[in-house]
Protein backbone atom coordinates (compact mmCIF):
# COMPACT_ATOMS: atom_id res chain seq x y z
CA UNK A 1 0.00 0.00 0.00
CA UNK A 2 1.16 3.72 -0.92
CA UNK A 3 -0.11 6.93 1.16
CA UNK A 4 0.03 10.27 -0.59
CA UNK A 5 -0.68 13.04 1.20
CA UNK A 6 -1.11 16.52 -0.23
CA UNK A 7 -0.50 20.22 1.21
CA UNK A 8 0.40 23.42 -0.09
CA UNK A 9 -2.78 24.48 -1.04
CA UNK A 10 -4.88 27.49 -0.15
CA UNK A 11 -6.38 30.61 -1.50
CA UNK A 12 -4.09 33.47 -3.15
CA UNK A 13 -4.54 36.58 -5.88
CA UNK A 14 -4.18 36.23 -9.43
CA UNK A 15 -0.82 36.38 -10.88
CA UNK A 16 0.31 34.96 -7.43
CA UNK A 17 2.25 31.32 -6.58
CA UNK A 18 1.68 28.38 -5.04
CA UNK A 19 3.60 25.45 -4.47
CA UNK A 20 1.88 21.61 -3.74
CA UNK A 21 3.72 19.15 -2.43
CA UNK A 22 2.68 15.32 -2.44
CA UNK A 23 4.57 13.21 0.02
CA UNK A 24 4.76 9.41 -0.63
CA UNK A 25 4.92 6.68 2.24
CA UNK A 26 4.59 2.71 2.18
CA UNK A 27 5.25 0.62 -0.76
CA UNK A 28 7.30 3.37 -2.79
CA UNK A 29 9.99 1.62 -4.43
CA UNK A 30 10.70 0.99 -8.26
CA UNK A 31 10.53 3.29 -11.08
CA UNK A 32 7.42 4.90 -10.41
CA UNK A 33 5.60 7.89 -11.79
CA UNK A 34 3.83 10.92 -9.84
CA UNK A 35 1.28 13.14 -11.23
CA UNK A 36 -1.14 15.72 -10.43
CA UNK A 37 -4.59 16.53 -11.12
CA UNK A 38 -7.37 18.63 -10.64
CA UNK A 39 -10.74 18.87 -10.26
CA UNK A 40 -12.79 22.48 -9.97
CA UNK A 41 -16.89 22.32 -9.07
CA UNK A 42 -19.47 20.50 -11.81
CA UNK A 43 -15.97 19.72 -13.79
CA UNK A 44 -14.73 16.26 -14.51
CA UNK A 45 -11.25 15.76 -13.02
CA UNK A 46 -7.91 16.89 -15.23
CA UNK A 47 -4.79 16.22 -15.82
CA UNK A 48 -2.16 18.91 -15.01
CA UNK A 49 0.93 17.57 -14.70
CA UNK A 50 3.05 13.89 -14.60
CA UNK A 51 6.66 13.44 -13.77
CA UNK A 52 8.78 9.83 -13.81
CA UNK A 53 10.91 8.70 -11.98
CA UNK A 54 13.80 9.28 -14.73
CA UNK A 55 12.41 12.94 -14.86
CA UNK A 56 10.87 13.24 -17.81
CA UNK A 57 7.86 15.43 -17.30
CA UNK A 58 4.26 16.46 -19.37
CA UNK A 59 1.80 18.98 -19.02
CA UNK A 60 -1.39 19.61 -19.88
CA UNK A 61 -1.89 22.78 -22.39
CA UNK A 62 -3.31 25.12 -20.09
CA UNK A 63 -0.79 25.23 -17.70
CA UNK A 64 2.12 24.88 -19.61
CA UNK A 65 4.98 27.99 -19.01
CA UNK A 66 3.35 28.60 -15.58
CA UNK A 67 3.18 25.44 -13.54
CA UNK A 68 6.56 23.13 -13.17
CA UNK A 69 6.81 19.92 -11.72
CA UNK A 70 9.60 18.51 -9.54
CA UNK A 71 10.57 15.75 -7.59
CA UNK A 72 12.83 14.58 -4.65
CA UNK A 73 13.19 10.94 -4.91
CA UNK A 74 15.60 10.39 -2.04
CA UNK A 75 12.69 11.70 0.02
CA UNK A 76 9.82 10.45 -2.32
CA UNK A 77 7.87 13.98 -2.57
CA UNK A 78 6.91 15.34 -5.78
CA UNK A 79 6.34 19.06 -6.46
CA UNK A 80 4.20 21.23 -8.51
CA UNK A 81 5.32 24.86 -8.75
CA UNK A 82 2.34 26.68 -9.60
CA UNK A 83 3.06 30.69 -11.12
CA UNK A 84 0.99 33.39 -12.52
CA UNK A 85 -2.02 31.73 -11.24
CA UNK A 86 -5.38 33.01 -12.24
CA UNK A 87 -9.47 31.96 -11.44
CA UNK A 88 -9.54 28.95 -13.80
CA UNK A 89 -7.17 27.37 -11.66
CA UNK A 90 -9.44 27.53 -8.82
CA UNK A 91 -9.80 23.73 -7.85
CA UNK A 92 -8.99 20.83 -5.61
CA UNK A 93 -5.49 19.28 -6.55
CA UNK A 94 -4.93 15.16 -6.48
CA UNK A 95 -1.55 13.67 -6.17
CA UNK A 96 -0.98 10.50 -7.78
CA UNK A 97 1.43 7.61 -8.05
CA UNK A 98 1.63 4.70 -10.71
CA UNK A 99 3.60 2.32 -9.28
CA UNK A 100 4.64 0.43 -12.76
CA UNK A 101 5.29 2.79 -15.60
CA UNK A 102 6.72 1.84 -18.53
CA UNK A 103 9.78 3.36 -19.56
CA UNK A 104 9.33 6.62 -21.64
CA UNK A 105 5.47 7.02 -20.47
CA UNK A 106 4.89 9.96 -18.91
CA UNK A 107 1.32 8.81 -17.88
CA UNK A 108 -1.80 11.65 -18.21
CA UNK A 109 -4.58 9.45 -17.95
CA UNK A 110 -5.98 9.10 -14.36
CA UNK A 111 -6.67 5.42 -14.88
CA UNK A 112 -2.93 4.46 -15.00
CA UNK A 113 -2.38 5.61 -11.73
CA UNK A 114 -2.59 3.30 -8.42
CA UNK A 115 -2.77 5.23 -5.68
CA UNK A 116 -4.38 8.61 -4.98
CA UNK A 117 -3.85 11.55 -2.37
CA UNK A 118 -7.07 12.96 -0.61
CA UNK A 119 -6.68 16.57 -2.44
CA UNK A 120 -5.60 20.08 -1.55
CA UNK A 121 -7.81 23.06 -2.38
CA UNK A 122 -6.39 25.64 -4.22
CA UNK A 123 -8.69 29.02 -4.39
CA UNK A 124 -7.32 32.16 -6.66
CA UNK A 125 -9.25 35.23 -6.42
CA UNK A 126 -9.64 37.58 -9.33
Known amino acids: QVQLVESGGGLVQAGGSLRLSCAAS????????MGWFRQAPGKEREFVSA???????NYADSVKGRFTISRDNGKTVAYLQMNSLNPDDTAIYYCALDLDTPFGVVPASSSKYDYWGQGTQVTVSS
Open 51 to 57: ITWSRST
Open 26 to 33: GRTFGRYA
